[in-house]
């Protein structure tokens, strides 16, 4: 079993929809978890950061995070064409270990 | 205008060859980090260092080599014991401490000919 799993897509959703990304993990001891957004041959931007369980809200994206089910999700609200980008899940356990990170959602949002 | 630069954006080099891939950082930041990125295998790490003079192995770190002789700047060589040195090569950086975020630079596209 991979330490993270993410669904890698592509999903394809029409503009105004909610979006809804997920990521699995195995390592109960990640407690630091990232959301990235990569456009095409560019550097992955951070997105949303998120410590430990619960919820964060940053404009029409909202990050969660169930430790329980070491299950998190991204959710983009009024999706636009503009959001069609891969996302990256990432997270790490505590001190400065190495983040790992999913393979990658692919999205498009058709105008 | 702080961040992350990485140089060339593009890269081409004949097989066999020694390249090597330019990270710089004027973040002040003690850790860095350099993945690797094919088409459905997300990021890979090769190599990262969390002081100077000080780096440790990823995951993925045969036919590769980097340095850190100062803070802000961790080359990486490709060596021509890389097997299939083509890809996308991303450069990271983050400060110490448990909570802090981790920033990418543009990438450098490698492609060996």
């Not at chain 2, 590769?64 to 990271?92: H, W």
Request: proline share 5%; glycine share 8%.
């Amino acid at each position: 079993q991979k330490e993270v799993e993410q669904d890698p897509g592509p999903l394809s959703v029409p503009e105004g929809a909610i979006v809804s990304l997920n990521c699995t993990y195995s390592n109960s001891a990640f407690q630091y978890f990232m959301w990235y957004r990569q456009y095409s041959r560019k550097g992955p931007e951070l997105l949303m950061y998120t410590y430990s369980s619960g919820n964060k809200e940053d404009g029409r994206f909202t990050a969660q995070v169930d430790k329980s089910s070491k299950y998190i999700s991204l959710f983009i609200r009024d999706s636009q064409p503009s959001d069609s980008a891969t996302y990256l899940c990432a997270m790490r356990s505590s001190g400065n270990t190495p983040l790992v990170f999913g393979k990658g959602t692919r999205l498009s949002v058709i105008a | 205008d702080g961040g992350i630069t990485q140089s060339p954006k593009y890269l081409f080099r004949k097989e066999g060859q020694n390249v090597t891939l330019s990270c710089e950082q004027n973040l002040n930041h003690d850790a860095m980090y350099w993945y690797r990125q094919d088409p459905g295998q997300g990021l890979r790490l090769i190599y990262y260092s969390q002081i100077v003079n000080d780096f440790q192995k990823g995951d993925i770190a045969e036919g590769y080599s980097v340095s850190r002789e100062k803070k802000e700047s961790f080359p990486l060589t490709v060596t021509s014991a890389q097997k299939n040195p083509t890809a996308f090569y991303l450069c990271a950086s983050r400060t110490s401490g448990s909570n802090k975020e981790q920033f990418f630079g543009p990438g450098t596209r490698l492609t060996v000919l």
